[in-house]
């Protein structure tokens, strides 16, 4: 058996073909198999851990018992090849494609605007077909399950969900021409606008879905289970041999060979290991063959279920109990479904199994305590025999650790039926509503005496608040033998306290929050008991009408979206796209999985691999380079030190130097020390693990802005914008107040990461660099700097980019250049694609903000006097720092006019890595310490904070504190419009009465404006160019120098083409961007993408319609194909360049005015969220919003532009939070720390509006820039749960304004609140905190 040397041949089926894979490595995931192997490049690599999705394809399996088929929707990377055997395998490629025919689930999230940058889509698109395979008529819930563990970070995941919405049997969309849409009146008839237009899809057009179609199963497949002799099998990798039994003894034989080897199942515990710690198993054991696993047998005493049984197969066989035996024999089989329905995304619970779960022995493992608590037992079998094993509290000894012993094998687990009188419970919080791993999770259980109140019985297990599952047994002996009342459950709370105590320093921190949250958790379990009593007629108490908030879920049911747009013009022809929400162009090829990203290039003869060794310290000597362990691995050509670099070894983006590898010195953890190339992925990663750099720590650390501050630690110059006399104004106001607002930075967590291809071209030095950046240009000249060429030599090719969002600015061109030294040391293609972990180390984010304000203010709200201090942590290196701090000043007067305004924006020079370009450049964290200070103002003087908002505005003709003119007209316009759509005024009475008669929960509501300044701020970054050809078909090549990220530039610019060419869409084309065709591009940022290379294109038409003239005026019934024929032999050139000059724009900082802008976008957003004030868990109820787009293009991409900024914004103000340690090491590394809104964050009521009537003299067809703005407006969110959280502060005595630094994540909206329970919170002992308070 395991003396086998030979591998075995794994047979799989992958979109029908049958594959047989000779010498399968037990180390290939399916992931790499489809991508490398397969080139089925449409399953994408996002995290690699299971925490985005974008990697989901079917897996499709014959089950011989039943004779059924399962298909299963599961993440291809961290399926290993070897577990597939007889297995069939569907990707987005095998269900539909443009060359044959579309999949419905392909075409509508296409159609429906669903995709942007369309990284995320194919994984969305897989996760929705295996649902409709398993079940064609979905419901809502269905389908939000099913895109639970699927991350989008463009489209705000709305357009996605009403698309889906569709397949739905009662979808109720007014969208889609059925009942009732959002916009009704009492008697169901519309009240809609007449500028309305509800034409973003029509169902009538969509392909029906029609199950006959599907591929069918492969009948090979089936006869091989059926018939074929199954055998062990055995597969030998380079460094992992992989064995498969069939037979329960021949597992039990191998296990007491193999002790230490895992037995791997899902994989989704050993897999993380071997991929992000690096542990190595030489040997792995895999019995998802041996049919005693996945056995269950429902007996009248309890459940026995196979531990090799999946999650998902367990929430089945559950609820199947639930429906099926009294309620009072299915309490511990009810908690458990309720976890059951939060553990991992879909895909995760697909795989993940039973006995994986209990044995990995998670300290957040969401089962181990409901499964303790509902005294199950374990039934383990050696060589030696079988034995039970009671799941209590001597079975968890530590992290990862329980009494199992390395030979001793987890058939079964036994669940028992409860008895009556007996209650358990459930109860988990998470820092995301779904596929997030709990905080602190409980099973609880207590069970009475007949019929009375008095507890026999307790169990209370806790997850979350220690190295393992946790029983509280002090607090369960202050319980049992009393009755279930207050004063008992009193006892209990004080000796919880006493029992669970966390260090500063415990890992995960939060160390307050957890602990009140095992108080809180309690006493939801104490209503909830309370209620059952009161249930079966043993009390008549029941829970209490004012504490029912309490055990009351938040709402959860989204509704279909509403959007509101204007008509174009009855006069404007049909063919003429302009103003029309047109598809984006490559929605269709990313639905399909066809469309190419910079990853999915097929590979190059000679190509390596590079992976980058990064530093440790935050702040260090390097002492030495060891590369030779690192050059004697396997596959290892080359390792690249800053000393390989032929030519500029930095990067300067605003006056300071960037080192590209750390020569002498390191700054911070993550920053760049050397590379390794090798001839694979694998190779490259091993080897640049295994080489050592020897540091000499220095003493010097900074930060914290703080410490910059202390240590006057900054990248000069300090920024300064004042208006009227400040001081004086200070003497004169009614009141002062003094405050500040902390703004933590952002990851950007573009799902492609970043990555590149640099090919030498052998001769006269020349590079081609494929990339993805969203500056082509900068990474053009950096490489060339970097090899010391000419710029001629280098040229970058620019496809489409999975999301950038800022992030691949500079840093993408910092990468590209090294990546350029190994291709010119190796003389051979190099990619280098990073991994999550590494791009969220390596790339750094938003900035960090601390706004110190002192405000003065008058006794009817006029503020007077503000003076404002910005601190940005902007890292180790000043990136483009200094650019964000300017931009800060100049957003700082929002909507508002106070006449005395003092602003100071300072970078901080830390020992972090560097913070960069982020949606809004400072903006969103500006106009936060801004707002913050007007609710603070609103506060101290018992007013709403929106009245107050209002009795700031501008007004009339106004000049901002830069002195630049402006009308706010159209600010006031969306404000008013957003307050009447949003039926402010009802809503605020009618939260006033749900705060007085919920103490558990609050709800809260706030509407927030927007002034945002539309593009670079500096003239010389506002130009573009664009060039177009005319081909003698008549079909038009575009090219500009803009980049296609997903906000649907590319479709925007064949929208103006079309017009001005007056030719239909289909004949232009946009291949990509590349600085051989337009050269000199400036950055596609700053929502200016549009304006500054529509315009560009706009002149290059123009200049060909021209040439053309004489031709059309000779045959004015021509067809364009013809009039293109007959200019061709007329000799006239069919190709031009187009060039926008952009308008003379920028800032005197000396002087302290300018214009930096030549217009503004406006907007308002009105939110409302219901709060759970015992966990800090909050849902967006509803938000709407009004947007000033000017005359937009294109409205859909526009409306997904707004949707998906907001869903940024909401992330940055109120979840995404970035931990390091205390020695400056990045703990947030990957989608299962670092939390980005998912499905579940959506508000429940999502509605849009686009202002009518606007116009815009600056831009291009009188349309606004929209890419960034919105972001800000996700603090509507904020400000709406600290208005909630003040409502819960109020019923504790508590009034005035009170600290809450964004983001308002649970842990600080719950200890905001302030409590009962948090308040028998002890102070933390000082100590070393696991994470550090930043910025
Ligand atoms: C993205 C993601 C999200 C997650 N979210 C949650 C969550 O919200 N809540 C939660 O509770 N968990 C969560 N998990 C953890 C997940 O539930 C566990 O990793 C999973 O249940 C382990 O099962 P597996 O089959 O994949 O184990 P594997 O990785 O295959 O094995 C894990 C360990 O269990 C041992 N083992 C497996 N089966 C047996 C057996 N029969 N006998 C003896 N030893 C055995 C193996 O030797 C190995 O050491 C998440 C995991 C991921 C990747
Ligand atoms: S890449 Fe597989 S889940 Fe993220
Ligand atoms: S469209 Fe979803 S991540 Fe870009």
């Given at each position: 058996m395991a003396e086998k040397k030979q591998s075995d041949s794994l047979i799989i089926f992958v979109n029908?073909?049958?594959?047989?894979?000779?010498?399968?490595?037990?180390?290939?995931?399916?992931?790499?198999?489809?991508?490398?192997?397969?080139?089925?490049?449409?399953?994408?690599?996002?995290?690699?851990?299971?925490?985005?999705?974008?990697?989901?394809?079917?897996?499709?399996?014959?089950?011989?018992?039943?004779?059924?088929?399962?298909?299963?929707?599961?993440?291809?990377?961290?399926m290993p090849i070897c577990q597939l055997h007889g297995a069939a395998v569907t990707t987005v490629e095998g269900i539909g494609n443009t060359k044959t025919r579309l999949h419905p689930v392909q075409e509508r999230i296409a159609k429906t605007h669903g995709s942007q940058c369309g990284f995320c889509t194919p994984g969305m698109v897989m996760s929705m077909y295996t649902l409709l395979r398993n079940k064609p008529k979905?419901?809502?819930?269905?389908?939000?399950?099913?895109?639970?563990g699927n991350l989008c970070r463009c489209t705000g995941y709305r357009p996605i969900i009403d698309g889906y919405r569709t397949f739905c049997e009662n979808d109720n969309c007014c969208q889609l021409n059925n009942s009732l849409c959002l916009m009704s009146n009492e008697n169901g008839s519309l009240e809609l606008d007449k500028n309305c237009q509800l034409d973003f899809f029509n169902k009538e057009d969509f392909l029906p879905l029609d199950p006959t179609q599907e591929l069918i199963f492969p009948p090979e497949l089936i006869r091989m289970a059926e018939s074929q002799e199954q055998t062990t099998q055995m597969f030998q990798g380079?460094?992992?041999?992989?064995?498969?039994?069939?037979?329960l003894g021949e597992l039990v034989q191998l296990k007491a060979q193999y002790?230490?080897?895992?037995?791997?199942?899902?994989?989704?515990?050993?897999?993380?290991?071997?991929?992000?710690?690096?542990?190595?198993?030489?040997?792995?054991?895999?019995?998802?063959?041996?049919?005693?696993?996945?056995?269950?047998?429902?007996?009248?005493?309890?459940?026995?279920?196979?531990a090799g049984c999946s999650l998902s197969t367990v929430r089945s066989v559950l609820e199947r109990c639930v429906c099926s035996l009294p309620v009072e024999h299915t309490q511990t089989y009810a908690a458990l479904l309720e976890q059951l329905r939060h553990v991992g995304g879909q895909q995760i619970r697909n795989v993940a199994t039973l006995g994986g779960n209990i044995v990995s022995a998670y300290p957040n493992s969401d089962l181990n305590p409901v499964l303790a608590a509902g005294r199950c037992s374990l039934l383990v079998q050696t060589k030696d025999g079988k034995q039970e094993?009671?799941?209590?509290?001597?079975?968890?000894?530590?992290?990862?650790k329980t009494i199992l012993k390395p030979d001793q094998l987890v058939l079964s687990v036994f669940i028992p039926v409860s008895r009556k009188g007996e209650v358990v419970c459930a109860l988990r919080h998470a820092p995301r509503k779904e596929n997030a791993l709990a905080t602190v999770t409980t099973g609880m259980r207590v069970w009475f005496h007949d019929g009375s109140d008095v507890v026999k019985e307790m169990s209370a297990y806790y997850g979350g608040v220690g190295a393992c599952t946790f029983s509280a047994e002090r607090m369960i002996q202050q319980v049992i033998g009393r009755p279930w009342n207050e004063a008992t459950l009193n006892e209990a709370y004080r000796a919880l306290v006493d029992e669970v105590i966390l260090e500063v320093s415990a890992p995960g921190g939060k160390v307050m929050f957890r602990r009140s949250l095992t108080l809180s958790l309690l006493f939801r379990f104490y209503l909830h008991v309370l209620q059952y009593l009161k249930d079966m007629s043993v009390t008549g108490v029941g829970v209490p009408e004012d504490q029912r908030s309490g055990v009351r879920p938040l709402p959860c049911v989204i509704e279909p979206g509403y959007q509101e747009f204007q008509e174009v013009a009855e006069v404007q022809v049909e063919q003429d796209p302009v103003g029309r929400s047109k598809l984006h162009r490559s929605a269709i090829t990313h639905a399909t999985g066809e469309s190419v990203y910079c990853d999915d290039i097929p590979h190059i003869q000679g190509e390596l691999f590079l992976s980058v060794v990064t530093s440790t310290r935050a702040h260090a000597k390097i002492i030495q380079i060891d590369v030779s362990r690192a050059l004697d691995m396997p596959g290892v050509v080359d390792v690249i030190t800053a000393k390989d670099i032929p030519g500029q070894k930095f990067r300067s983006f605003t006056g300071t130097e960037e080192e590209l590898l750390a020569e002498h010195e390191v700054t911070c953890v993550g920053q760049m020390v050397c590379a390794v190339v090798a001839d694979t992925k694998q190779h490259a990663k091993l080897a640049a693990a295994a080489l050592k750099v020897s540091y000499e720590d220095l003493p010097e650390r900074i930060f914290t802005i703080e410490e910059a501050v202390e240590r006057q630690s900054f990248y000069l110059p300090h920024r300064e914008l004042q208006r009227g006399d400040v001081d004086k104004a200070f003497q004169e106001v009614d009141h002062i107040h003094e405050g500040e607002m902390r703004v933590g930075g952002q990851e950007h967590f573009y799902l492609e990461t970043q990555s590149m291809l640099v090919v030498p071209v052998r001769e006269q030095k020349e590079m081609k660099v494929y990339l993805s950046s969203q500056n082509p240009t900068c990474t053009q000249i950096s490489v060339a700097e970097t090899l010391g060429i000419p710029a001629n030599r280098v040229s970058c090719h620019v496809k489409r980019i999975g999301g950038a969002f800022g992030g691949k600015l500079t840093k993408a061109s910092i990468l590209a250049s090294i990546t350029a030294v190994a291709a010119w040391k190796t003389d051979r293609p190099v990619r280098w694609v990073l991994e999550r972990g590494e791009d969220m180390l390596i790339t750094g984010g938003r900035h960090p903000v601390l706004g110190k304000y002192k405000v003065g203010f008058m006794n009817d709200g006029k503020i007077i006097a503000a003076d404002i201090q910005y601190f940005a942590s902007a890292g180790n290196t000043a990136d483009e720092t200094l650019l964000v701090i300017e931009k800060m000043l100049i957003h700082m007067d929002i909507a508002y006019n106070i006449p005395n305004l003092h602003g100071q924006s300072m970078a901080c020079n830390t020992n972090l890595p560097s913070s960069t370009a982020f949606r809004g450049f400072g903006g969103p964290q500006s106009m936060m310490v801004i707002e913050n200070m007007i609710n603070d103002v609103a506060m101290l003087l018992?007013?709403?904070?929106?009245?107050?908002?209002?009795?700031?505005?501008?007004?009339?003709?106004?000049?901002?504190h830069y002195k630049m003119e402006f009308h706010p007209e159209n600010l006031h316009r969306c404000w008013e419009e957003c307050k009447e759509r949003a039926e402010f005024g009802r809503r605020r009475q009618a939260i006033v009465e749900f705060n007085q008669q919920n103490r558990w929960k609050k709800r809260g509501i706030s509407l927030v404006p927007i002034k945002y300044g539309i593009g670079f701020g500096n003239a010389v970054l506002q130009q573009a160019a664009a060039l177009v050809h005319i081909y003698k078909d008549g079909s038009v090549l575009v090219s500009h120098g803009g980049i296609e990220m997903g906000q649907g530039i590319h479709t925007k610019v064949q929208q103006i083409v079309s017009r001005e060419l007056n030719i239909p869409l289909s004949l232009i084309h946009i291949s990509e961007t590349c600085t051989s065709a337009v050269p000199n591009t400036c950055p596609t940022a700053a929502s200016f993408g549009t304006d500054a290379n529509g315009m560009a294109v706009w002149d290059a038409c123009q200049t060909l319609y021209k040439r053309l003239e004489p031709i059309r005026k000779k045959d004015p019934n021509g067809s364009w194909e013809s009039w293109i024929a007959k200019a061709f032999v007329e000799r006239i050139s069919l190709s031009a360049t187009g060039f926008y000059r952009g308008h003379e724009v920028g800032m005197d900082w000396q002087k302290q005015e300018g214009r930096p802008f030549t217009y503004f976008t406006y907007a308002a957003c009105c939110s409302e969220v219901e709060l759970d004030c015992l966990t800090g868990e909050y849902r967006t109820v509803r938000t709407d919003i009004v947007v000033d787009v000017g005359k937009s293009i294109n409205p859909a991409i526009d409306i997904g532009q707004i949707e998906g900024a907001f869903m940024q914004g909401l992330g940055l103000y109120t979840m995404e939070e970035l931990t390091f340690s205390p020695s400056g090491s990045l703990h947030t590394r990957g989608p299962a720390q670092y939390k980005i809104p998912a499905v579940c964050d959506v508000p429940l009521q999502f509605n849009v509006y686009l202002l009518s009537g606007s116009q815009n003299p600056y831009a291009i067809h009188s349309s606004k820039g929209i890419g960034e703005p919105i972001v800000c407006l996700g603090s509507s969110v904020f400000f709406a749960m600290k208005e909630a959280i003040t409502a819960a502060r109020t019923d504790v005595g508590l009034s005035g304004p009170f600290p809450l630094h964004s983001p308002a994540t649970p842990e600080r909206a719950c200890l905001a609140c302030n409590t009962c329970f948090t308040q028998m919170i002890p102070k933390t002992k000082a100590g070393t905190p696991w994470a550090m308070e930043l910025p």
């Open positions: 029908g073909k049958k594959i047989t894979v000779s010498n399968a490595d037990p180390e290939t995931t399916l992931l790499y198999f489809l991508r490398e192997r397969l080139q089925l490049t449409g399953t994408k690599y996002g995290c690699g851990g299971g925490g985005c999705g974008v990697c989901t394809v079917m897996v499709s399996r014959y089950d011989v018992q039943t004779k059924g088929i399962h298909h299963l929707s599961i993440n291809a990377c961290l979905p419901t809502m819930e269905d389908i939000t399950e099913a895109l639970g380079e460094r992992i041999t992989w064995i498969s039994p069939i037979t002790p230490q080897a895992p037995i791997v199942m899902g994989n989704t515990n050993v897999g993380l290991d071997i991929k992000f710690k690096g542990v190595l198993h030489p040997i792995i054991i895999s019995p998802t063959r041996v049919g005693e696993l996945f056995e269950v047998n429902q007996k009248p005493e309890g459940l026995c279920i196979g094993i009671p799941l209590d509290k001597n079975f968890f000894v530590g992290f990862g018992g007013c709403p904070a929106e009245e107050m908002r209002e009795r700031n505005f501008y007004k009339g003709l106004s000049l901002t």
